[in-house]
């Protein structure tokens, strides 16, 4: 399947597998990967860790543009960030993907009223939305789409990561109306291999999991 240069994956929430999807896109793209806004440093950021289990040289992972190393999300940093000076920063260099992992969930705010959701948006780049198996995944997922289509941000698809349940994909399919969902099963071992095979299982096909819309 065709990707985006650019992708942004974001959760739905916090702990739903962010880290995981982008490392299995930067390992199945041999993309470049950035983690804007690093909050929390122990026991290693989420950029050392990825960098680690690929194995990839430094030049394909680029400098935090802020890091703290507080775990809540940004705006609850003692140094406030500057959206100015958050929007001014940019990544150069010749890269065919470049896969950038955001913090927390969509509304996680990043400084006063503008929120992860806000920053997508100015950067105008697809998005992946991850989203944990759960009871509650339908809700989330469906709340977090539609602040991301409020801002008339492309979807380019959602990942409903964990062990996989027929009834809620079908769930995902008929509330989903979006062209690509994906089905990331419980990897019981987090390694290069796994997560490779990870890739070629999620997306060597496109899956167009919409109902069929009337031409």
């Known amino acids: 399947m065709n990707f985006p240069e650019k992708l942004y994956v974001i959760g739905n929430d916090q702990g739903v597998g962010k880290t995981i999807v982008s490392t ?3 390992l199945g793209l041999n993309a470049h990967y950035l983690k804007p806004i690093q909050c929390g440093i122990s026991p290693y950021t989420d950029t050392e ?19 703290f190393t507080d775990a809540h999300d940004p ?3 003692h140094t406030s960030i ?3 000076e958050l929007l001014s920063k940019k990544v150069e260099g010749d890269f065919t993907n470049l896969i950038i992992e955001g913090t927390e969930g969509v509304l996680s705010p990043v400084y006063g009223d503008y929120f992860q959701v806000d920053y997508i948006a100015d950067l105008n780049v697809p ?8 009871k509650g995944a339908i809700n989330q997922a469906l709340l977090s789409l539609k602040q991301l289509q409020s801002k008339g941000i492309e979807i380019f698809g959602v990942v409903i990561n964990g062990t996989k349940d027929p009834i809620l994909m ?3 399919k008929d509330y989903c109306k979006i062209p690509n969902i994906f089905e990331l099963d419980h990897l019981e071992h987090i390694t290069k291999q796994t997560l ?4 070629h299982s999620l997306f060597k096909l496109e899956q167009n999991l919409q109902k069929e819309l009337v031409q």
């Open 24 to 26: 299995i896109l930067t």
């Open 75 to 77: 705006s609850a940093q």
């Open 127 to 134: 998005v992946l939305l991850v989203v944990k198996n759960s």
């Open 49 to 67: 860790w990825i960098h680690t289990i690929t194995g990839f040289s430094k030049d394909h992972f680029f400098e935090e543009f802020y890091r």
């Open 170 to 172: 079908e769930t995902f």
């Open 82 to 84: 500057d959206i100015e």
């Open 196 to 199: 490779t095979d990870a890739f």
